[in-house]
């Protein structure tokens, strides 16, 4: 039976961005891993957008979705004013899904989640189906966070109806198989997401995981992603370690909870990646914290 025979998707987040035309010289960074799955349609303009290493350009009326774990970087406007709906939603809503932020870092999840990994990410719909589609879009945005029943039935609807349109029109073909190379990333990453709290997480565990070899991986990993797997394991430690703290924990608390072996082993890291020792970020960020109070 098709996995999707159950879906019931649950929108954590919507909102409509106008983006004006990039400057001269203005170079892409790499935007944060998502950890839901991400729909973009593009009302009007066009711009280009690299994920797992490919690169295309989306125009107008085109819808992508983009899976969790997908890295991905916005390039050069080319096309003017470009208008676009974002949706961020899960393919199955759950008790999980509504316990945790929009982008909460600390999500683990479900591999059914990974549905539209491997798959096409990008399709164009017929012009005379836009106007119905843009209608749906723009109460999904302003009802995703709705308490009304009704609201959140309708939301849930008409989001299962953008899914169908998108799975019934025709992909485009540069993303119609996204490549083995882009999948062992996107895998490596959901991977370290899990398991940043073993301390027996390493490159070489993530290699025997994948059933490839470690120079493959690293060499995979920094050609597509732009940085040294170690450096993006240690990065991840350091990032939640960050959000620990903000939540009022304990440095030797949240040393252990972020896989490192010891006290000294976090605080060299930490002054490394950061600047400053944990203890010093912290009182930072408690000044900061009373300056906004």
Known sequence: MNELNFI???????TCV???PKAPGYTPTWLSNETENLLIYVISGSFLHTIDGRCTEVQEGMIEIIPPY???VIGEVTSGQTDIYCVYFDLFD??????TLHRSRDRHLPKREMYFTGRHTLTLIEESRRPQLLKMLEYITANFDSSSEPEMLT???????ILAEFLSSPPL??????????LYVSETLRYVDHNYADITLSVAGIASHLGISIAYLSRLFKKEYGQNLYDYITNVRISRAKDLFALGRRISEVAEQCGFLSLQAFSRTFRRIEGISPREYIARSNAVSDEQQ
Do not use: F, I, T
């Open 8 to 14: 019931s998707p649950y929108v954590r987040h919507a």
């Open 18 to 20: 106008r983006n004006p």
């Open 70 to 72: 997908a890295n991905q």
């Open 94 to 99: 759950c008790e999980e899904s509504r316990s």
């Open 155 to 161: 939301v849930k609807g008409y989001m299962l109806l």
């Open 173 to 182: 073909d540069e993303y119609e198989k996204r490549s083995s190379a882009s």
